[in-house]
């Protein structure tokens, strides 16, 4: 599964938050259903930008307090690049030093790759994401592999040369007006793209990994690049007939006023930003609700329904579409909300707290004596089948609704049945039927 894979030039934004949570869940899911889950964390971490940065790094030390935030880190360096022609100088000779494998350039990218991927870290704890750093495969990886992918290519004929860049033309890719659109792996000045990356990338995941099928979450603007890719790869044999490569695709997420999700000021929507803001938003119905909790308690609730509802929010749509993103929408206690099913679950725990029953203990058969346990039960039995579902086609939305429909379904069984006040073969079913949920 490869998600997440942000570009480590910049902090990351909202633009990846998508990614993350989906590709996250896809991953679980199927590791819950006993598959092998390789996690590829595809960052970007080579390309001009990175001469830039190394430069301003270079003078501006690793102390630098921009560096807490690579978001300014990254303007301050652009500004420098922009106005000083002798720094943009000092920085494209970094990429140059950097692709010739200069020992103290790659030292100090590989001290900004660093710092860049501990802040990435932070933010996947922080979500309760499973990336760790051992699941980064990052672009560069890919570096001593472009020459030799781009000879395979060519030794399948499947090379044009145009305007001196190296291109495949498939048939089946053309663009509105029926020109050939083609796949460029090779610039005329010998650089290699985003395009060659991924090709390496479709080699690796067959070759070393033996990969089976190859699922991929990014935004649905990169899916005429994946088509291309998937079908290049075919055309070249690096795909031997036997790995299923998947795109599975996204919408943006929107303001309320419908347009891509910004600051008040138009800028990027930092990550962490957002987290604050849930959970500070979260911190204040928690005030509201439950004000005699202690301070560590509400702190706690408040980090467990604000990121909560962020994540929920996103995996409960279907992901092709657009989505709004909605605080007040998404910290609803009412509706297909992470709110709802967090209540939905305490519920259950308060019941056996009330009445000191350890879950674990429970077992034995379940009576379905009313039409509400009924209900109830039928919904548990369909989880596999909608795991699969969410499996083999990779919508996480598909157990958002089911868990939604189950919540609903435990509530109406709750309001309708007493649990711990009934007689001891019912309770000890009713009881099971709660563990179970
Ligand atoms: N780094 C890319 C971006 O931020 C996403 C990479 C997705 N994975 C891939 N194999 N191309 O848009």
Not at 311 to 337: C, E, H, I, P
């Amino acid at each position: 599964v490869d998600y997440s894979s942000p570009n480590l030039a910049k902090e990351m934004h909202v633009g990846h938050l998508r990614s993350t949570i989906i590709g996250d869940a896809i991953a679980r899911i199927l590791e819950a259903l006993g598959h092998e889950v390789i996690r590829q964390n595809h960052v970007g971490d080579w390309g001009t930008q990175f001469g830039m940065l190394i430069a301003y790094l270079d003078e501006s030390g690793e102390g630098s307090e921009e560096l807490a935030d690579l978001e300014t880190f990254y303007r301050a360096s652009k500004r420098r690049f922009d106005t000083d022609e002798a720094f943009a100088e000092r920085a494209r000779q970094r990429v140059v030093a950097l692709q010739a494998g200069e020992p103290e350039t790659r030292a100090l990218w590989q001290r900004f790759i660093e710092i860049s991927l501990s802040h990435c870290q932070e933010t996947y704890d922080r979500l309760d994401v499973t990336l760790t750093r051992k699941d980064v495969m990052a672009e560069s990886a890919y570096n001593d592999d472009l020459a030799s992918v781009v000879e395979d290519l060519k030794a399948k004929g499947l090379l044009t040369t145009s305007d001196g860049a190296e291109c495949v033309f498939l048939d089946e890719f053309t663009g509105k007006d029926g020109t050939p659109q083609p796949l460029i792996v090779r610039k005329s000045d010998g650089g290699y793209l985003y395009a060659t990356t991924d090709l390496a990338a479709v080699r690796y995941r067959v070759r070393a990994l033996d990969a089976d099928r190859a699922l991929y979450s990014t935004d649905a603007r990169q899916a005429f690049h994946f088509r291309q890719i998937f079908a290049v790869a075919a055309a070249a044999g690096f795909t031997g007939n036997r790995i299923s490569l998947e795109h599975q695709p996204f919408g943006a997420m929107l303001g309320r006023d419908g347009k891509p999700f910004k600051t008040r000021d138009g800028g990027v929507v930092k990550l962490n930003d957002l987290l604050d803001e849930a959970v500070s938003r979260a911190a204040t119905l928690v005030a509201e609700k439950s004000p005699d909790l202690s301070e560590a308690e509400r702190a706690e609730i408040a980090r467990v329904v604000g990121v909560g509802a962020v994540k929920y929010a996103d995996l409960s749509k279907n992901r092709t579409s657009d989505y709004v993103f909605d605080w007040d929408q998404m910290l609803s206690f009412d509706g297909n909300t992470a709110p709802y099913l967090q209540y939905a679950y305490s519920r259950i725990q308060s019941i056996f707290r009330r009445g000191e029953v350890n879950a674990d203990q429970l077992s034995g058969a379940v009576e379905l004596g009313t039409a509400e346990e009924r209900v109830l039960a039928v919904i548990l039995l369909r989880l596999q089948e909608v795991l699969e579902q969410v499996a083999r086609e990779g919508f996480p939305h598909l157990l958002c609704a089911w868990l939604y429909e189950l919540a609903t379904a435990f509530m109406r069984f709750y309001e309708a049945c007493p649990i711990l006040n009934t007689e001891a073969p019912v309770r000890a079913s009713r009881l099971n039927l709660c563990r179970i949920t």
